[in-house]
């Protein structure tokens, strides 16, 4: 038997948690701290709280929506030879 999707009661599990995340108290606390962490250079997290905000903010979803923005980023690399370098 070839099982698909999320196990039984996932789906009622997860908007559980979620409801009670958004219903906690110190629900601010938390965001305040991964905003924090995204701007301390120094901060070992720093790069998992820029994404989690990044994430939120500017959804993948949104990219693949609309096609001229994949278009729009173009990258070159081009080999330079000593004698292009400035002196």
């Given amino acids: 038997m070839n099982k698909r999707g999320r196990p039984k009661g996932m789906r009622a599990t997860q908007l559980d948690i979620q409801r009670r995340l958004y219903e906690h108290p110190d629900r601010q606390k ?3 701290s991964i905003y924090r962490a995204a701007l301390d250079d120094d901060h070992k ?29 173009s990258i070159n690399i081009t080999s330079v030879s000593s004698d292009d370098m400035p002196q």
């Fill in 30 to 32: 938390v965001i305040e």
């Fill in 45 to 73: 997290c720093q790069a998992v709280a820029m994404k989690l905000i990044m994430d939120r903010v500017l959804p993948v979803s949104l990219c693949d929506k609309d096609a001229d923005i994949n278009k729009a980023i």
